[in-house]
């Protein structure tokens, strides 16, 4: 009997242990949902300005550069529940100019943000921002405005700025004529125009003070009204022998014209003669020729560079720190010939305010050094940082102009010893 009894209660236990698992996959009897009472809680109001662009950017398309500020305004509607306040609108340009209503837009009421964009001496494609700040749920808010400038025909004021003679009639780009680099090596020549702005023709003669390394014609001599004549310099740098910087005044004769050469303009004609002997009191104008003689550098293969000289310094800067205000202070720059053949040094040019000694060797042989003593003076200068610089002119072909820098502040007394 016992083992009926214990055969069955394993039986029975087994039976329970695999029914157990079987029990999850049997979906669960719905059970009736809880009745939820009412929280009586009062619901959030949003009570911030809301601001709503009718459009955020604006496309001006083309516009004339000379057509004057176009002006575009960017209307906006308060659509939250108190009143807005624009506070700042920060153009991306000093080219755009904004403008905003300045008082507080009640709600469902309307303001605007103006922008107005020059295109005055600015053709081509343009792309502005504004950014918007106020008081509104989104603070900030950016704005566009983009368009074309059509570039303006320029007048010959535009294109020769300089007015000159007593009647302001006879126009260049500068009185300035500026031949830019020339080398000893060769002449240089330049055309420079001469507009005619008055209603009659006028004669330009000769031009006095000519130096032996100048020479220069006008061609044609008399400049019909409302046209051009060119004054052509050639310049020969190996007869001025000089190095740097060099400006050389002339003075250029000119009269008006009898009524005849306005006939002649009317007829057509390009081009008229007349003898400015015959002109009453023919005046003269003051004009320059500037330029800048120095060697153009060259690229060298290896084998030119090995057979060319080299001028290598020590250092190209010094620093002087602080110096005492009244004070002269000096330093030395020294320079060496690494390349194969003698380096020739033509002129060493300090700027205004520090002077430098020639070199005391001007014809280096390979390995060779010498050096530049530089001194800064500072009686009479402003306290301050000060900057000087020394160009130097040689024959290396790489780097025929050189420059070396020096540097200090200039201090009182007073402050060094406070320092100390």
Same mark, same amino acid.
């Given at each position: ?308 000289? %080299?001028?290598? +310094? /020590? ?5 002087? @720190? *602080?110096?005492?205000?009244?004070? &002269?202070?000096? !330093? ?40 530049? %003593?530089?001194? +800064? /003076? ?5 306290? @301050? *940082?000060?900057?000087?610089?020394? &160009?130097?002119? !040689? ?26």
């Amino acid at each position: 009997m016992n083992k009926q009894v214990i055969a069955f209660s394993f039986v029975l236990a087994s039976l329970t242990a695999t029914a157990q698992p079987l029990r999850s996959l049997v979906a669960p009897t719905p059970q009736p949902a809880a009745t939820q009472q009412p929280v009586n809680v009062a619901p959030v109001q949003n009570t911030q300005p809301v601001i709503e662009f009718e459009k955020l950017k604006h496309d001006f398309g083309t516009i004339r550069e000379e057509g004057g500020p176009q002006k575009y305004r960017f209307v906006f509607t308060n659509k939250g529940k108190s009143p807005l306040n624009i506070k700042n609108v920060q153009a991306s340009c000093g080219c755009t100019t904004p403008d905003w209503t300045k008082t507080p837009v009640a709600p469902g009421k309307k303001g605007f943000v103006e922008a107005a964009y020059d295109p005055n001496h600015r053709p081509g494609n343009f792309d502005k921002q504004l950014t918007v700040t106020s008081d509104a749920t989104a603070p900030v808010i950016v704005l566009g405005i983009k368009g074309t400038v059509t570039p303006r025909v320029k007048t010959p004021a535009d294109l020769y700025p300089d007015s000159l003679g007593l009647t302001k009639k006879l126009r260049m780009v500068s009185r300035y004529m500026n031949m830019g680099r020339v080398s000893p090596s060769k002449p240089s020549t330049e055309k420079f125009v001469v507009y005619n702005a008055s209603d009659s023709a006028i004669s330009l003669g000769t031009i006095a003070n000519l130096p032996k390394h100048l020479t220069a014609k006008v061609e044609p001599a008399v400049v019909l009204p409302k046209a051009t004549s060119e004054i052509i310099i050639t310049y020969d740098a190996k007869v001025r022998g000089d190095w740097g910087y060099t400006n050389d005044g002339l003075q250029l004769s000119y009269a008006t014209v009898p009524t005849k050469a306005k006939k002649a303009a009317k007829s057509g004609k390009t081009s008229y003669s007349y003898d400015l002997a015959k002109a009453n009191a023919p005046k003269n104008l003051p004009l320059s020729v500037v330029a800048t003689i120095e060697e153009e550098p060259r690229k060298l293969s290896e084998d030119e560079a090995a057979k060319s000289p %080299k001028m290598i +310094f /020590n250092k190209k800067e010094h620093n002087f @720190g *602080d110096i005492k205000l009244g004070e &002269t202070v000096n !330093t030395e720059f020294v320079f060496t010939n690494k390349g194969g053949a003698p380096l020739q040094i033509f002129k060493t040019k300090a700027s205004c305010g520090c002077t430098a000694s020639s070199p005391e060797k001007t014809t280096l042989a390979p390995g060779e050094s010498s050096n530049i %003593k530089v001194s +800064f /003076n500072t009686v009479g200068k402003h306290e @301050g *940082d000060q900057q000087q610089s020394v &160009t130097i002119y !040689t024959n290396d072909p790489s780097e025929p102009t050189q420059m070396i820098t020096i540097k200090g502040k200039v201090v009182k007394a007073e402050a060094i010893k406070l320092e100390k």
